[in-house]
């Protein structure tokens, strides 16, 4: 049993069930023994790779998308440009990189900042960028960022953000909670609490019993924080992460260790909690802010925005295992069968302003 399982078992003894969103936290955030307070889970060596360590393309064409949003919005000076939920500032390191070839007069004028909670990833970050010419300045919230146009950015950001679970128990619906059995071992159970119906997705009302619907009131505080800053200061957002563009039904929480899936109670503190991020609810809070949000597939956006161009460019002085890489991060970052259907794209610009792949709304 992990440390953090042990006080997990504690703390529901002492006052009970907890529901999934408390859980979340404690296993990924807890100060001593949460998993991104205690280890860097990115790469081959740990327990799943990002879209920026698969190819250094993914990082340019962010970068390019990023630029071409600065110049659509007439061209603010100062900006600040920020990637939330860095990781281990790979992405950040490649746009910077881009940007410093498309715009060296807006690389060097523009304030670059990191948003990261981990003390540990801060100074994986750190290292990460030692090598640039950009001064960097890391924050814990995007209240903190400096006031003005904000360009931001974020990979795997939301599917990280704890989610709660409503179980279909009779007529309603009942919060899944985590408890612990006869043995003292973590289980679901359900719940007293209720869900407001108009919180139910479409269709809700034929769901069988034991059916699960997920709500996230914590991505939905998140999403208003930034979009609060884009409508207040102008700006746009880019945000890349697996989910579904429609809300549905099901259950999507998943530990991933070791580049594969376990249960979610074995591990506290030692698999990465994730869950499939409802993109329309994301962009429902955006348009509530009076801004546009634009949704699209990680493929359709990477390919619209040169990936096979550039994937091209790099290739063509490579020899053939480097062109045999290219192009199996190509299906990688892009394909039906790997990221490019599964991983989804929200665009985040004022209203009415058009930069491609996403076309005005006007």
């Known amino acids: 049993m992990t440390r953090l399982k042990t006080r997990i078992a504690e703390l529901i003894g002492a006052v009970g069930p907890i529901p999934i969103s408390e859980?979340?936290?404690?296993?990924?955030?807890?100060?001593?023994?949460?998993?991104?307070?205690?280890?860097?889970?990115?790469?081959?060596?740990?327990?799943?790779?990002?879209?920026?360590?698969?190819s250094q393309m993914f990082g340019e064409l962010v970068a390019i998308w990023l630029y071409q949003a600065w110049l659509a919005i007439d061209r603010p000076t100062p900006v600040a440009i920020a990637e939330i939920g860095p990781g281990r500032g790979t992405l950040m390191r490649d746009m910077l990189r881009t940007l410093s070839r498309l715009d060296p007069t807006l690389a060097a004028s523009a304030s670059f900042a990191l948003i990261e909670t981990s003390l540990r990833l801060t100074e994986v970050q750190k290292r990460t960028l030692a090598g640039t010419s950009a001064t960097i300045a890391w924050h814990e919230a995007v209240d903190t960022l400096p006031r003005g146009p904000l360009l931001i950015v974020g990979n795997e950001l939301f599917d990280a953000v704890p989610i709660r679970q409503f179980v279909r128990a009779g007529a309603g619906w009942r919060e899944r909670m985590i408890g612990l059995d006869d043995a003292n071992r973590l289980r679901f159970f359900v719940g007293a609490g209720s869900l407001d119906p108009m919180l139910l997705p479409e269709g809700a009302e034929n769901a069988p019993q034991g059916a699960i619907v997920e709500v996230a009131p914590a991505r939905a505080a998140l999403m208003a924080a930034i979009a609060g800053r884009l409508a207040g200061f102008g700006g746009a957002g880019l945000f890349l992460d697996y989910g579904h563009l429609q809300p549905g039904i099901g259950d999507t929480l998943q530990a991933l260790r070791k580049h594969g899936h376990e249960d979610v109670l074995a591990n506290p503190g030692q698999a990465d909690l994730t869950a499939h991020v409802d993109f329309?609810?994301?962009?429902?809070?955006?348009?509530?802010h009076s801004l546009d949000a634009h949704l699209s597939t990680q493929?359709?956006?990477?390919?619209?925005?040169?990936?096979?161009?550039?994937?091209?460019?790099l290739g063509a002085n490579a020899d053939e295992a480097a062109r045999e890489k290219i192009?199996?991060?190509?299906?990688?970052?892009?394909?039906?069968?790997a990221m490019g259907e599964l991983f989804k794209v929200l665009a985040v610009l004022p209203a009415g302003i058009a930069v491609p792949p996403f076309p005005s709304t006007d």
């Not at 329309?280 to 509530?288: G, N, P």
């Open 327 to 337: 192009a199996a991060d190509v299906e990688r970052l892009a394909g039906p069968l």
């Open 280 to 288: 329309a609810a994301l962009a429902a809070t955006v348009r509530a």
């Open 299 to 313: 493929g359709e956006f990477l390919l619209k925005m040169g990936l096979l161009e550039r994937a091209g460019r």
């Open 23 to 54: 859980y979340m936290a404690l296993c990924l955030f807890d100060p001593q023994d949460g998993y991104y307070t205690t280890r860097e889970p990115f790469g081959a060596a740990g327990d799943f790779v990002t879209a920026p360590e698969i």
